[in-house]
């Protein structure tokens, strides 16, 4: 069993920028593909970005360039680093696990993730 808990969300200005933190407790985490997904208002749930053990990214068009995603993996913790941000960055931002027994396997696929956290929010004003 593993437990997520995201922090750093909040309302910033267009143009700003926000870290996301996503803490992990149980088991090993890096053995897990991490993931950061979001949910406007009204909309489904979207891929953001993902990391694999071996530290291989990959993101969604609409943030390459902008966004990072990064693990500490001394303190089980995956960032999500937001630059530039608009208003159609507005969401509830998600972190998520997914056991993995591939090094390098990286993932969009929300059905693939076994484990999420609560979400936090991000609001970015005009």
């Known amino acids: 069993q593993v437990q997520l808990e995201e922090s750093g969300g909040g309302l910033v200005q267009a143009g700003g920028s926000l870290r996301l933190s996503c803490a992990a407790s149980?088991?090993?985490?890096?053995?897990?593909?991490m993931g950061w997904f979001r949910q406007a208002p009204g909309k489904e749930r979207e891929f953001v970005a993902t990391i694999s053990w071996s530290g291989d990214t990959y993101y969604a068009a609409s943030v390459k360039g902008r966004f990072a995603i990064s693990t500490d993996n001394a303190k089980n913790t995956v960032y999500l680093q937001m630059n530039s941000l608009k208003p159609e960055d507005t969401a509830v931002y998600y972190c998520a696990a997914a056991i993995s027994g591939n090094y390098h396997y990286t993932s969009s696929r929300a059905y693939e993730y076994d484990y999420w956290g609560q979400g936090t929010r991000v609001t970015v004003s005009s």
């Open positions: 149980g088991r090993t985490f890096s053995s897990y593909t």
